[in-house]
């Protein structure tokens, strides 16, 4: 392979901090696993990890070093991939981070139609909010974020593909169920949000902003750090929040939400790929890309065709 495999075994003892669990994942002995981080500290004259005091640690040097292993790692993959791309045969990993309304309701889906199509494709998700997918992302930890498209930025490309709509939830039985409101009647409820860093939130407040009322003005008693927290909050009577159409859609069906309607407010946002800037994507994430793009023009609502008038009998 392309990748150095000492620099691999560096990286997964650098990510456990734990020479046996990095043995086991690289399916080698503990004694090999010493043997190739000796040999790479003697060829940088340095030592990678300080092992004193019972505790597996990196070193300033192995600090310096983990960057540019995983930026290597990387690389490889995206050459490899090229190549197979190139040749018409799909090949190597693919590393995916999504925010998390997107990693848990259209991400499997996604994978499994690209999948469908490049079988051959390794591909690793992980999820978090839009500010830790962004961060994977810019330390080369992934190839692509799908996040709730944040503003444009210089180190990341960002490419909105698909548009959400995001929708005011409340308790089955609230005088608001169903109901249309105004905006200045959200002050006197009690009303959740995604911790700070969420792409919900986020836009939530902007929008909020823009329509006058300032979210310091809201009664917020809790914030959560995931979606299915603030729709089970909500069905526990602790308040109304705003979620993404995609995340209640299953409460909705089953009743236990309601939809409250604001006056005058339509909010929306746009998904988003985010890759970090430079020459177009190939290989892999190229194939992704195209494939995102194509998901989502099939997606997209479509307009209904104007039935033909009948020609008059004669």
């Keep these: 392979m392309i990748e150095n495999f000492r620099l691999r075994v560096f990286r997964a003892v650098a990510h456990h901090l ?49 960057p540019f292993a995983e930026q290597i790692k990387i690389l490889g993959d995206d050459a490899i991939a090229a190549v197979s791309a190139a040749a018409g045969n799909n090949t190597g990993e693919l590393l995916l981070g999504a925010s998390q309304t997107i990693g848990q309701y259209l991400l499997p889906n996604f994978i499994a ?11 690793h998700a992980r999820s978090g909010n839009t500010d830790q ?16 498209g944040p503003e444009q930025r210089k180190d990341i490309h960002i490419e909105p593909f698909m ?36 792409g919900l939130r986020r836009v939530v ?34 308040g109304v929040t705003f979620i993404s159409r995609w995340a209640a859609r299953y409460p909705l069906a089953l009743g236990t939400l309601k939809v409250a309607r604001i006056r005058g407010l339509q909010l929306s946002r746009r998904f988003s790929m985010a890759y970090v800037a430079g020459p177009e994507p190939a290989g892999n994430i190229g194939a992704f890309r195209a494939f995102l793009r194509n998901a989502a023009l099939e997606s997209a609502p479509r307009p209904r065709r104007r039935a033909q008038a009948k020609a008059p009998r004669r």
């Design 205 to 238: 407040e902007q929008a909020l902003m823009a329509a006058g009322l300032k979210p310091r003005e809201l009664n917020v008693p809790m914030e959560l750090d995931t979606n299915e927290g603030l729709l089970n909050a909500v069905e526990a009577g602790l």
């Design 113 to 123: 139609g690209f999948l469908r199509a490049y079988p051959r494709v390794r591909v």
């Design 18 to 66: 734990n020479f046996s669990r990095a043995a086991e994942e690289l399916l080698l002995t503990q004694p090999a696993v010493t043997q190739q981080i000796k040999a790479l500290e003697d060829e940088f004259g340095v030592s990678l990890f300080d092992r004193s005091g019972g505790r597996i640690s990196l070193t300033p040097g192995g600090v310096a070093l983990l």
């Design 133 to 148: 997918v962004l961060e994977s992302l810019l330390r080369r930890e992934i190839q692509m974020a799908l996040v709730e």
């Design 163 to 198: 548009e959400d709509h995001l929708i005011l939830v409340v308790p089955a039985a609230h005088e608001w169920a169903d109901a249309e409101i105004d905006l200045e009647q959200l002050r006197s409820q009690p009303v959740l949000f995604r911790e700070f860093g969420s």
